[in-house]
């Protein structure tokens, strides 16, 4: 009798300790170092132009809405199409070293974002290639350069709602930061050439955000290769230094080349594919001799198996394989 109960107890406390351990990881998988919470009340107007997004555009004379809520509670009942959201935020200089997320919770139906008039991300698709996500949690990460630390910068975002409610209807809005920022001394995020195919092809070229899904941008359900291309320029300063390409988090296959150079891949192997790595960020060490300074022109190759597809994540660009090494170490060291 008393063996089993020494037993029960040992098998208690060994229950206790797991549970323990799973809290702490989840914790630290979750943590967040600052927080400004974006709940209350945001400019807002319906109707739509692309000037709205800018930073310096003057939005006095709009409403006030307070968000997380269903416009239709706000005074814009029965209302369906297009509104726009705009909020002025300070951010420390405390930010810019660290990892930064948008939360913005769930919108009704599609939203596009922009920080300081630049775009940061989509969810969803406008008319007329509509499709709804009305369902998907709103998170995007900020590329660092973007923000003006210990000044003031401009959250907008643009709403497209089809029917029933809409808006920025539920949920935690709050920009944050998380973990030490990888940044890049060449930030690549932003504007890309997007085709479908495995090679480039500028005639059936358009305009992609990157980061982001493609099936947010007008490439609804599509699977197979796309290719990525931009040019860039390198500063003669890092015409010496060995550099790392970060390319982000990809679902599924890539090839990267650089100046028509095959320089990496991940998940694929010749012609053979190894299945999906989505989970894996890329960041490749650029062999020597193929950047050259002045212009370059880089080409990712994605191969997507099913579900969402493209970079989905940043950070996108070049660094210097040292500052790349010190990140590592930093990373390592506050884990």
């Known amino acids: 009798m008393i063996i089993v109960k020494n037993m029960t107890r040992l098998v208690y406390t060994i229950a206790i300790l797991i549970a323990l351990l799973l809290i702490n990881a989840v914790s630290k998988a979750n943590e967040i170092d600052d927080e400004i919470s974006l709940k209350g009340n945001w400019s807002f107007k319906i ?12 939005d006095s004379d709009w409403n006030r809405i307070y968000a997380p809520a269903r416009w239709e509670d706000e005074g814009y009942q029965n209302y369906d199409g297009f509104a726009w959201y705009r909020k002025k935020v300070t ?46 949690y709103r998170k995007y990460e900020v590329p660092n350069n973007l923000i003006r630390p210990n000044a003031e910068n401009i959250i907008a975002v643009r709403v497209y709602d089809s029917q029933i409610e809409g808006g920025m209807i ?51 359900d599509y699977d197979g290769w796309a290719s990525y291309s931009r040019k860039f320029e390198l500063p003669r300063q890092y015409a010496g230094e060995r550099m790392v390409m970060l390319a982000g988090r990809i679902d599924d296959n890539d090839e990267v080349y650089i100046n028509g150079k095959f320089i990496a891949s991940t998940g694929i192997s010749g012609n053979d594919f190894s299945g999906s790595t989505y989970s894996e960020f890329r960041n490749y060490v650029i062999p020597e001799g193929i950047l050259k300074p002045g212009d370059n022109l880089i080409e990712i190759r994605v191969y997507d198996i099913s579900g969402e597809g493209g970079i989905l994540e940043g950070p996108v660009g070049l660094i210097t394989q040292t500052k790349f090494i010190k990140y590592w170490k930093a990373k390592r060291k506050n884990s």
């Open 47 to 58: 109707g739509d132009n692309q000037a709205w997004a800018a930073m310096n555009f003057n």
């Open 170 to 220: 539920k949920g935690t809005l709050r920009i944050y930061t998380s973990g030490i920022a990888l940044i890049p001394d060449i930030n690549l995020a932003g504007k890309w050439a997007f085709s479908k195919g495995k090679t480039f092809n500028i005639d059936q070229a358009k305009t992609i955000t990157v980061p982001g899904k493609w099936e947010n941008q007008g490439y609804n």
């Open 91 to 136: 951010i420390p200089s405390s930010f810019r070293e660290k990892r930064i997320i948008l939360e913005l919770g769930y919108i009704d139906d599609i939203d596009e974002v922009f920080i300081n008039g630049q775009k940061i991300g989509q969810t969803g698709d406008f008319p007329p290639e509509y499709k709804t996500a009305y369902s998907s």
